[in-house]
């Protein structure tokens, strides 16, 4: 168990929808990472937080968007989904950001677009 | 229906014997690389890191080699044991330190 955990666990939803992600990072940790793995194009930084603020951005589409609370969970916002945004979405954690800094992964959530 | 997949890398190597899982990265501005594993059905989990003014570190038998010339980074399992089947991924992070770039991976199966 690395202490990082994501909600819910699975979600099924249909082409045009919203949908919301959750992530609370291990007890401490100030950043927050997302990460797309879809079976065609294994794992894709989308974004990251630090201390609530956007620290970096990776393949994240304009069509999703993300945000971390002040009490550092974060929230990943999938709209007008697709059902090539079917993937598993992974949320990490680390103390800081960057080199040196261990990132862990929570469980994921399987998102499935019907 | 068919299913389409990423196609990764295999290795397979028997218990007991030593693992050599190697990566390929292009970006000649990462300077800080990390060997992740990820077994079925769970997120991936730190292995080993190493700054670019190494070349080689070594864990709990586990150990990163990197050569900068060619862009290459290994890794490196002792004694592989079968809960070591896995995919494994390399991840670079630019020297700007804002991106992590992983591998698409390889899957190692230990035979008992």
């Known amino acids: 168990d690395s202490g990082v955990t994501q909600t819910p666990k699975h979600l099924i939803t249909a082409t045009g929808q919203r949908v919301t992600l959750r992530c609370s990072p291990r007890s401490g940790d100030l950043s927050v990472y997302w990460y797309q793995q879809s079976l065609d194009q294994g794992l894709q930084f989308l974004i990251q937080?630090?201390?609530?603020?956007?620290?970096a951005k990776g393949n994240i589409l304009e069509r999703f968007s993300a945000q971390q609370f002040p009490d550092l969970h974060s929230e990943l916002n999938l709209s007008s989904l697709e059902l090539g945004d079917s993937a598993l979405y992974f949320c990490?954690?680390?103390?800081?950001?960057?080199?040196?800094?261990?990132?862990?992964f929570g469980p994921g959530t399987r998102l499935t677009v019907l | 229906g068919e299913s389409v997949g990423l196609h990764l890398p295999t290795l397979s190597v028997q218990e007991g014997d030593n693992s050599i899982i190697n990566c390929a990265y292009s970006n000649s501005a990462s300077d800080y690389f990390i060997w992740y594993k990820q077994e079925s059905g769970k997120g991936p989990q730190f292995i080993i890191d190493?700054?670019?003014?190494?070349d080689k570190r070594q864990g709990q038998r586990v150990t990163v080699l990197l050569n900068k010339t060619v862009k290459h980074l290994s890794l490196q399992i002792a004694a592989t044991q079968p809960g070591d089947s896995a995919v494994y991924f390399c991840?670079?992070?630019?020297?700007?330190?804002?991106?992590?770039?992983f591998g698409t991976g390889t899957s190692l199966t230990v035979i008992p």
């Open positions: 937080y630090y201390n609530g603020e956007e620290r």
């Open positions: 991840a670079e992070l630019t020297n700007t330190g804002n991106q992590f770039y």
């Open positions: 990490a954690s680390s103390s800081a950001g960057g080199e040196g800094n261990e990132q862990f």
């Open positions: 190493i700054r670019s003014n190494m």
